[in-house]
């Protein structure tokens, strides 16, 4: 097994997800979240999960979602996995429960004082998402904002993590290096645009992980 794997996150059309399962990934997101350019309907994500073969790890990325909405996504095959945005300890539990799918949940970051919040997870997820902290009003993820990755030195994660937050193919090896990270996960870094997936950019970014 590779020492670092990669997720592509908001990927929305059979070409970029092809290119991400091709080039290695681990995991592939899908968003069902509206607001984001990224959003997928249950119907496209249903053909897309189709295409992903069972080594890899399908991922629905949700903001504070109901149970229902997470009902139709379990139901559409879309996911293995949930990644939870602005949710607290307790709610990630009980859509963990309610789930019964292995369950991640985003942390924010901007400063060391951040990092302390993942702790309070440690009962109710199973992987911490360290992601960097966005402008108030602006979507939780996706915004291709990084943090200064030195403020994971010597933190004691209290789960298993994974690094996202301002990834691309130029930068993914020296956060690697830095941090540690044995998961790294990405979206805006292998777009043209928002919610506009690159085959080259997303074959780039994995060509650089594989290199660990």
Not at 46 to 60: D, H, N, Y
Not at 64 to 89: F, K, M, R, W, Y
Not at 138 to 154: E, Q
Request: proline share 6%; with cysteine.
């Amino acid at each position: 097994m590779p020492r670092v794997t990669a997720k592509i996150c908001g990927l929305s059309t059979p070409q970029t997800l092809d290119a991400a399962i091709m080039g290695g990934a681990s995991h592939v997101g899908f968003v069902f979240y509206p607001p984001s350019p990224r959003a997928v309907s249950f119907d496209a994500v249903r053909v897309l999960a189709a295409r992903v073969p069972g080594r890899v790890v399908k991922v629905g990325v949700f903001v504070d979602p109901c149970n229902a909405l997470i009902d139709q996504a379990v139901e559409s095959g879309a996911l293995d996995a949930i990644q939870l945005h602005n949710v607290t300890p307790g709610r990630t539990a009980a859509l963990k429960q309610h789930s019964g799918c292995e369950t991640w949940v985003a942390v924010a970051v901007k400063a060391r004082a951040d990092l302390d919040a993942a702790a309070n997870y440690r009962q109710a997820a199973d992987k911490i998402l360290y992601d960097a902290k966005t402008p108030d009003g602006a979507l939780p993820g996706g915004m291709g904002v990084r943090f200064d990755w030195g403020l994971l030195d010597g933190f004691d994660h209290p789960l298993p993590w994974a690094l996202s937050g301002g990834l691309t193919a130029d930068n993914v090896s020296e956060a690697i290096r830095r941090t540690g990270a044995r998961l790294v996960d990405v979206s805006s870094g292998v777009e043209t645009a928002p919610g506009v997936k690159d085959v080259d950019k997303i074959a780039a970014f994995l060509r650089a992980v594989a290199s660990f």
